[in-house]
């Protein structure tokens, strides 16, 4: 799903002026759904239904209302001031739009369940269905998320980051270099950039933009993308196709033109009473907010034809690892290896080091595995990630406790008082990593990236439900 990428002030300037191009989808509507065209319609004027995704290797919480396609989706009554909630920003969670988690039951259709594969998600920011495959795969599955847009890729190391999972590589480049990687992945993820009409309830600017000619703008778009896409997936391999759009010429007829080069459909089987329809033709699946308790969405899974034959290109990664005794910040669970990539010094499972090779020759890797250091100065010191990170050895640093308001000063960039602080600590809320500490004596200083904190002073939303009940 493309989001908007325009400037604030033009943005609120198109929403203003509303779309010119209204009857034209209202006609579209028509055509598709008859009768039922006024329901969405009037579906389309209500409030959205709120949900997250639960961090199963980080958090649990009682369901009372699960999105009942996704194992670890829940619903809220509300939306909640996510931004004050630290368990939000130790990853505990993602909050994610109910229909989109549809990706859990194409990939239990799949067949790929508990195999070691590569997968790739193509276009992966903001990273709500990257989270999500990589809790789906095997823990030695090796996924590859990739974004161009540069401003974008930022936000997506962010949330792979604070996720927490091993095996996950982000890499920054044009679709067109795939062609690099012919027949390399088992299973490729394209949410397409679109048309954006499934999120008319959400965003007022996806209703405001929608014309005619951003429709065929983005089917172009589309073709090119899935046409890369194609050529790096495997014989054998599965690819899923979404977008947030209902435009057949976005969804179907680009599933038709790869099933015409002998792509073979796979149906993905959902419970009636979910509300999801079948694609035109019986080609995916298609959700209406009138329907289904979620946005507009479209999805659909195809098999490549044919077997695939093993065969790998070696070649250099980057630098050996100045540091190898970094080793030690992490579980010996895998065979780590460690690689120094822009200043950076990262761990990679061992057994994915040649395939992650591959991925460099031909792909501008921003992230090969998990941070583990970043130089500052002559020093090293923990990269913010590793506060976050699921394989984090928990006998090497410190931990400092912090109850719910200290929690809050520290994702703000305050420093934390203290006697007598030396040497770096972990910052911890509930038992789950937030951030590192430097200890300069009567404080705490904050190690906490910018980027990462939290802006605002109160929240204008009621606390999450699991907030302190003092709260």
Known sequence: MERDRRDPSERQDRIGKGSEHVAVFQDKIQQLLGPEASDLEVALGSQPPVSIRLNATKWSLPSKDPVPWCTSGQYLAERPAFTFDPLFHAGCYYVQEPASMLLEQAFLASGL?????IALDLCAAPGGKTTHLRSLLS?????VANEIDRKRQFILQENLWKWGAANTVICGSDPRDLDRLPEFFDLIVVDAPCSGEGMFRKDAFARAQWSPALVQHCCGLQRTVLQHAWQALKPGGTLFYSTCTWETAENEDQMAELIAMGAVPIKIPVEPAWGMRMGVDGLGLRCYPHKVRGEGFFIAALRKPGIHVEERLIGPLTDNASQPEMAAWLNEDRPWQLVEHDQI?????????????????AL???????????????????????????????????????????????????????????GTALATYNGHGLGWLRGAGNRWNNLLPASWRIKAQRPIAPNVPWAPSHR
């Open 345 to 361: 010094q990262f761990a990679i499972d061992g057994q994915h080091i040649t395939n992650i090779r591959s991925i460099a020759n």
């Open 113 to 117: 369940s508990g195999k070691d594969i």
């Open 139 to 143: 823990s030695s599955s090796l996924l």
């Open 364 to 422: 501008r890797v921003l992230s090969p595995g998990v941070p583990l250091a970043e130089k500052k100065g002559d020093e090293w010191r923990p990269h913010a990630a590793l506060a976050l990170a699921g394989d984090r050895s928990t006998n090497v640093f410190p931990e400092i406790a912090l109850s719910y308001d200290q929690a809050l000063a520290y994702l703000r960039g305050t420093a934390l008082p203290a006697k007598d602080a030396r």
